[in-house]
């Protein structure tokens, strides 16, 4: 199977899907690429995007295989395997109805409940072939780097989107996320899940299409994307011969210096395109601007300020008021809703001890994908590092776009993600 040439009409026999849950499925994973341009706002704090409901409709075709599944599970053996993500969870909603009796912050609560049912729902639907479903994250990938290309082609002047409370762009690749950081970090991520997929693909192709998505990620300018990268280049020239570091095979000096070439020229190709793309003016293609990390400086600060005995402990609630009030910063743009830092985002919303959870957490999947695929950790070190400049982990297409690299990771025994 050449990634190429893959025959729509061929993969629902192949995967076991109906026709009407394929063409749904289709249906949807293409407005998931249009990004933010199928946001609509419903009042001023509460917007969803059409996607949205396009989700809620494939879990209600799938709702008779997911409670099958619930109905077949060893409730006692998930309760062991899943502890830490039901006591976050149960935290999560504790300091919810303590700290607001607003409906934003249950409609945002719900939103990422559906998110994570639908990955679910995803993993079944494809457990007969996850490799096809891990092929359909890259082309969905490839789609929002296409979209960025074609607005960095033709419109690069994307200023006038200040009006409508985005930042104002100029020259910058910012695709259909409207933001040069997302849009980096989906590269950055379908560069991980296409080299999975190497094998799949003849050189010539894998090799421009490597070339394509370097380049595109080099006029984001978002330099939390370049760090990401970066240690996504490290791991590559570290990494084992095997998909796991609990057997690591020791590289040859031969393996170690053909990968760190590799490295240089991914390293090269972002200079050479540094070098040749236009910068006719404005802050944003300035690496060595300021006014950013002043700008996240201002909302971690505000974030962090005026905190209760409660409110250390318990939270101010999932994207409670007391965090919407950064939109008012006059330094943030009017659609940042929360913190900037992922972990300072989750302690104001849960407190410390959701803090401390959520930590737990992160270490329990970080040390199972060590110990299992490399790829998927470097895709989440990634993120989280990504995450502590722009809370990319909880935005929507990010999460969505992450979990669907892990929802086709292959098949592995439940077990063992138990730690």
Known sequence: MKIWQIKLNQVPSKVGLSLIKWWYLLTLLIVLSLGQLQRFNIFHDISFYLHDL???????????????????????????????????????????????????????????VFYTLFLVSLRIAFQNKLVVL??????LGLLYVWYGILQYL?????????????????????????????????????LTYL????????????????????????????????????????????????????????????DLFQRSGWGLAALLVMLLT????????????????????QARVKTSQLALENHTPRSFWVGKGFYSADLLQLETDPLHPTHARVPDNLFIFVFTSTGMVGLL???????????????HDWLMFGAL???????????????????????????????IKTESIRL
């Open 134 to 139: 891990r092929v359909i994250t890259v082309l």
């Open 274 to 293: 540094y070098l040749l793309a236009p910068k006719p003016g404005g802050e944003g293609v300035n690496l060595s601007r300021t006014a950013s990390i």
């Open 154 to 190: 033709f419109l690069p002047d994307t200023t006038f989107l200040f009006q409508f409370g985005w930042d104002d762009h100029y020259y910058r690749l910012i695709g259909t996320f409207l933001d040069p950081n997302f849009a980096g970090m989906i590269i950055v991520l379908v």
């Open 195 to 254: 080299y999975s997929l190497k094998k799949l693909m003849s050189f010539p192709h894998f090799v421009i299409t490597n070339l394509l998505l370097i380049s595109a990620l080099t006029v984001t300018y978002s330099r939390a994307s370049y760090l990401a990268f970066f240690v996504l280049i490290g791991l590559f020239i570290c990494s084992p011969k095997t998909k796991n570091f609990s057997s690591i095979k020791h590289r040859t000096l031969h």
């Open 54 to 112: 396009l989700i809620a409709g494939w879990l209600a075709l799938n709702s008779l295989q997911l409670l099958s599944y619930v109905k077949a599970a060893n409730y006692l053996a998930h309760l062991r395997i899943w502890w830490r993500e039901l006591a976050f969870g149960g935290w999560l909603i504790f300091g919810m109805i303590f700290a607001t009796p607003e409906i934003a912050p249950w409609l945002y609560l719900l939103r990422l």
């Open 381 to 411: 070190l990634a993120t989280l590092i990504h995450s502590q400049f722009n809370n990319t982990l909880l935005e929507p297409f990010i999460f969505l776009f992450l979990g669907m690299g892990f929802s086709s990771l292959p098949k």
């Open 357 to 371: 959870l959520f930590m737990s957490l992160l270490m329990k999947y970080g040390i199972w994908l060590v110990r």
